[in-house]
């Protein structure tokens, strides 16, 4: 096997554009990456499910194609890890459950769809937190991703698999879901870029549902460019989703880029509170000045209800979710517990199926859309979102990007919240906001700790300024000039976290 | 949340626990809750509560039928697959 | 007990409200692209959305939302400009994604009305609080004995409306005229078909009880599985005696479902109202706000078909025909379609009526057959009637015709022909029959001669029969005065 050229292995573009030239075959890519993924997946675990075979035969698929003069598709012959909540016809999809163990969908994500038209190669099913529930990817029900980084620590979460299979260089690309942060956060933990998307540029057809009202598919790559790559290919319009926006992607992808000179970047002042580590801190104050050098200006922001966007948060989450994880019975699909009688067989089948945190949930959002609660706790919780949504329309009358931390913290020691489970939910605290608005946000990596863990900025945009604010990333990561490249796995796995439960 | 509240709650859900996770999420619900309370502090009289982003509408589909090419291997995802139908435990009246 | 009922009759009064379920004509369903159809193999119209597989998300019919507003039109209701749909939480194998997607507190349309007979000519105006869209559960069929129960999901995700009345209804007769008035005002509103046996049309009866005479609302119970306009009646005749005999012996009526058995003609306990019903609607995250172009709703409002009402006074009033034809005419959208077709055609009304009233219902009852089917068409029947009227068919022959047109789908043209009932016009053929009439009958021949003018029928009659009945009366008539002459001695 011709290995892969070295620089190759840093964009995503570049494969696609070498594939395309014909200097590499979509095979040997392939066979690069489940190579790095035979050799690391052991330790590290970012894979619920790969099949080198059907990725070999699809990669042969695409050379043939090629072979044959069809040259097109942005991600020709590009590996994308696929997270494992979104379906993948005749492949097991599982969402990190046992409730779904041997589930194999009918039908592709529209996601997954689109990533085959543009020429990519699905290329395996990544680990997350059960339902995408979590910021570590330890409540998967098939046991825990580690951080490439560092062994010891998680991933964050919930695409933990996505971001540690792009950073440890399994795959060039992945596909992950954010909710609440779950695709900037382990992004920002495992050193790689992620967007959340506008609610509505990508569709969530096929996207198993965990809270309807705030979950997107958002692009992870090693660097903005190829982030970029891959929201053209999954965004716009799909007539299958109700909450699909009908906005041409075309002149958005097409805009002139924004200059930094002159740009206006919100800094509030509540995400330089308690908690943020002063590692953390000083690496978006980096950010700060070096933006400031290139001509931007920072304008200093109050958004007083950031520390009330993480109840806010788990309120309307766990009420949408008891309702979207009802269908997970056993009569349709999924494994079925034995029992003589059909509530007792939804009762074991559910207690059977579901994990602590997904069970956690399903009583909270349960509790909380109950009679007699419901006012108290769910309607309470849209008005504070619809409060929340007001203070971002206003705070970008005065500035074009909001700039702070992605996670108050960078990765944290395997088994470290696990028993705590509102220690985890305070991992939110900025990557809660956005998606209670609809609005995009995305996380690069910023800096690393002494200890060289991967930090992450993360910017937040007005709707729809997806595209615009990619760009400006593109210059923020031109100026922070850090060597964005996939890693061979360091450190000593944690003890006891082993596979399964 | 208490015990009982906790079994109420897990039985509309349709979750069997165990006594000793009833006790368990009831601490841990408790917990919760009470740092939910908080958001008490945030005045919102009046205010009309966002269940969607605001500009987002509701798109129809034409009334043009699509089947599904195979029904049958719909049904044979189940675990209760038999001929046609879903099989399931009896229900009890 | 009956004998007690009828003296607490005296004393007590039902309050009751019928809340109906009925099936849009659409397509397909409400939020995926299977076929809405009937019967068919189990499971043979499912796909990823109605089978609530994980992932999939509903796209609302456009064809739904017009025939729900529609029938809020109809209804005279208040159309919302914006409406919304709400996950009503619950489980059950019939219910795949574990809830129904309706409408709770924004339904599409409100504060309706519907006028229907209480009895010949006596209407009365029965409120509707409100029409809301929601989607079908499948069928659970627990078959006797069976561990088991088995489902089928074709109707799941079937689009309804519920038509929620209020409690204006005062007897159970009069809930079955409401019944019969809204499936008939809907059915002319082409949105349903409204047939009870194919579960189109459901319906569940509020019932409660007060001395007569108060205002205030007794604890209402909700009958379900009333599967049949008769078992309307028989339901809340059934629990009204049920109610009153409770209270009269100093019980209290506990807030409850009951299901309606068909069998004993009783209600029984399904479950009594408590918390364990908490369904735990809210807003369906999947489907944001619906807003309702004022346009659409105009261009509904001007396509709305005319009413059963209206039609009916139309046809008494300006068409002039009796009551019992205008009511028959209107009791069935097909028929009042054929009907108006037929007078369009060219008929008046008077004899298209006598034609469709008399003859074509008459032979689609005897064949028990429906007017759908009808292979004849409008304008065939006027092509027959306007036969007769040339007299090119007696009377008695084109009832003849149309009957063997009806049979066959025959054009009239060659109905007649093929039965050989085409009147004889040809005078020379005739003729010769007259004249031999004339010899064979020397004995009536010389009654007419001798004055007797009634002769001249008789005459008539035995050269019909001689043609077999084909022969055309007048040109008879004619030749028999051409070659007799006036009653009275030959000249």
């Not at chain 3, 499912?46 to 739904?64: F, H, K, M, R, Y």
Request: proline letters at 7%; one cysteine or more; glycine letters at 8%.
């Amino acid at each position: 096997m011709a290995p892969l050229p070295p620089e190759l292995t840093r964009s995503a573009r570049a494969i696609a554009e070498a594939v395309r030239a014909r200097k590499v075959g979509a095979r040997q890519v392939a066979d690069h990456y489940l190579e790095r993924a035979a050799r690391h997946d052991g330790t590290v675990r970012a894979f619920l499910h790969l099949d080198p075979a059907a990725i070999r035969a699809d990669a042969d698929a695409i050379d043939r194609r090629v072979a044959a003069g069809d040259t097109s598709g942005a991600l020709l012959g590009v590996p994308v890890a696929i997270k494992d909540n979104l379906c993948t016809r005749g492949v097991p999809t599982t969402c990190a459950s046992k409730i779904l163990a041997g589930y194999l969908p009918p039908y592709d994500a529209t996601v997954v769809a689109r990533v085959r038209a543009a020429g990519g190669v699905v290329f395996g099913k990544t680990n997350l937190d059960e339902f995408a529930m979590g910021a570590s990817t330890e409540n998967s029900g098939y046991g825990t991703t580690r951080n490439p980084r560092d062994l010891a620590r998680v991933p964050g979460g919930s695409s933990g698999g996505s971001a540690a299979a792009v950073a440890a260089g399994f795959a060039p690309l992945a596909l992950g879901s954010d909710t609440g942060g779950s695709v900037r956060q382990p992004a920002s933990l495992c050193g790689v870029v992620g967007l959340r998307p506008t609610y509505g540029l990508v569709s969530r057809y096929g996207l198993i549902a965990f809270a309807s009202s705030l979950d997107q598919v958002g692009p992870i790559a090693l660097n903005v460019e190829d982030a970029l790559l891959l929201m053209e290919v999954i965004g716009g319009h799909d007539p299958r989703d109700s909450t699909s926006r009908k906005v041409d992607l075309a002149p958005l992808v097409k805009a002139p880029a924004p200059t930094l000179a002159g740009l206006k970047v919100g800094v509030p002042a509540e995400y330089k509170v308690e908690g943020v580590e002063p590692e953390v801190r000083a690496a978006v104050e980096r950010c700060e000045q070096l933006l400031v050098k290139a001509g931007a200006r920072l304008v200093p922001l109050a958004l007083p209800l950031t520390p009330y966007a993480i109840p806010t948060y788990y309120l309307v989450v766990t009420s949408e979710a008891s309702s979207n994880l009802a269908r997970f019975d056993g009569v349709r699909y999924g494994p079925r517990a034995d029992a003589r009688e059909l509530s007792h067989m939804y009762g074991l089948t559910r207690a059977q199926g579901f994990g602590d945190e997904v069970k956690r949930r399903i009583m909270l959002g349960t509790f909380a859309l109950s009679a007699g609660y419901f006012d108290a706790y769910y309607k309470k919780s849209l008005q504070v979102r619809q409060r929340i949504l007001q203070e971002f329309t206003e705070a970008f009358t005065k500035c074009d990007f909001v700039l702070g931390p992605t996670a108050p913290t960078a990765a944290f020691p395997i088994g470290e919240k696990a028993s705590d489970p509102v220690q985890m939910y305070l991992c939110d605290v900025f990557t809660a906001p956005a998606p209670l608005a609809g609005l995009p946000a995305l996380s690069i990596p910023c800096g690393t700790t002494k200890g060289g863990l991967p930090i992450g900025a993360q910017l937040q945009g007005p709707a729809c300024s997806d595209f615009r604010m990619l760009r400006v990333a593109r210059e923020l990561e031109k100026l922070l000039a850090l060597d964005l490249a996939p890693c061979d796995p360091a450190g000593t796995p944690a003890a006891g976290a082993t596979r399964g439960r | 949340m208490d015990g009982a509240e906790v079994r109420r709650i897990a039985s509309l859900a349709r979750l069997e626990l165990a006594d000793a996770e009833v006790d368990r999420f009831a601490s841990q619900l408790t917990a919760i809750l009470g740092y939910f309370e908080k958001l008490r502090e945030v005045a919102t009289e009046g205010v009309p509560p966002a269940s969607h982003p605001p500009e987002l509408k509701g798109p129809v589909r034409p009334d043009v039928a699509a089947p599904w090419p195979d029904p049958a291997a719909l049904v044979n995802l189940s675990r209760g697959a038999e001929g046609e139908f879903f099989r399931v435990p009896r229900v009890l009246e | 007990m009956a004998a007690d009922v009828k003296s607490a009759a005296a004393v007590f009064e039902p309050v009751i409200g019928l809340e109906v379920h009925c099936q849009l004509a659409t397509k397909t369903k409400l939020f995926c692209g299977c076929e809405a159809g009937f019967g068919g193999l189990p499971n043979s119209r499912i796909c990823p959305v109605c089978t609530a597989q994980p992932g999939s998300l509903p796209v609302l019919d456009d064809e739904a939302l017009n025939l729900a507003i529609t029938v809020g039109l109809a209804l005279s209701c208040t159309i919302r400009g914006r409406t919304k749909f709400d996950r009503k939480n619950y489980f059950y194998p019939d219910l795949p994604k574990g809830y129904q997607i309706s409408q709770f507190d924004e339904p599409l349309c409100e504060h309706g009305v519907l006028e229907f007979e209480v009895e010949k000519g006596a209407t009365k105006r029965a409120r509707v609080l409100r029409v809301h869209m929601e989607e079908d559960a499948g069928k659970a069929l627990h078959p006797e004995g069976a561990s088991s129960s088995l489902v089928d999901l074709n109707r799941a995700g079937v689009p309804l409306v519920e038509i929620v009345g209020m409690p204006d209804l005062a007897s159970p007769a009069e809930a079955s005229a409401y019944l019969q008035a809204l499936r008939r005002l809907l059915r002319f509103a082409g949105v349903s078909e409204c047939d009870m046996e194919k579960g189109s049309l459901r319906c569940d009866a509020n019932v409660s009880i007060r001395p007569k005479g108060t205002t205030p609302l007794g604890v209402k119970v909700e009958i379900k599985n009333i599967n049949s306009f008769r078992n309307v009646e028989r339901a809340l005749v059934f629990e009204i005696a049920r109610q009153t005999e409770v209270v009269q012996g100093g019980g209290k009526i506990v807030q409850e479902t009951r299901s309606f058995r068909d069998t004993e003609g009783t209600t029984v306990s399904m479950r009594v109202k408590e918390s364990a019903d908490d369904y735990r609607y809210f807003p369906d995250p999947d489907l944001p706000v619906f807003e309702i172009d004022p346009a659409r709703v105009e261009r509904l409002k001007k396509a709305l078909p005319e009413s059963f009402l209206l039609k009916r006074a139309r046809y008494r009033d300006a068409w002039g025909l009796t009551e019992y034809d205008a009511r028959v005419l209107t009791e069935e959208p097909a028929t009042a379609r054929f009907f108006e077709a037929v007078v369009a055609a060219g008929l008046p009304p008077k004899a298209a009526a006598n034609w469709v009233q008399g003859e074509v219902l008459g032979w689609l009852t005897e064949s028990k057959r429906e007017l759908e089917s009808l292979k004849t068409t409008p304008a065939d029947l006027v092509d027959l009637v306007k036969m007769a009227e040339r007299g090119e068919l007696s009377h008695l022959a084109a009832k003849k015709v149309l009957r063997q047109m009806l049979d066959t789908g025959a054009k009239a043209a060659a109905a007649a022909q093929s039965l050989d009932l085409l009147q004889i016009r040809d005078a020379s053929a005739l003729g010769t029959t007259v004249d031999e009439v004339l010899q064979q009958e020397a004995k009536i021949v010389g009654d007419y001669r001798g004055g007797k003018e009634t002769a001249l029928n008789a005459l008539l009659g035995r050269v019909m029969r001689a043609t077999k009945g084909k022969g055309d009366p007048n040109l008879i008539k004619e030749l028999l005065l051409q070659k007799l002459g006036p009653a009275g001695p030959a000249k």
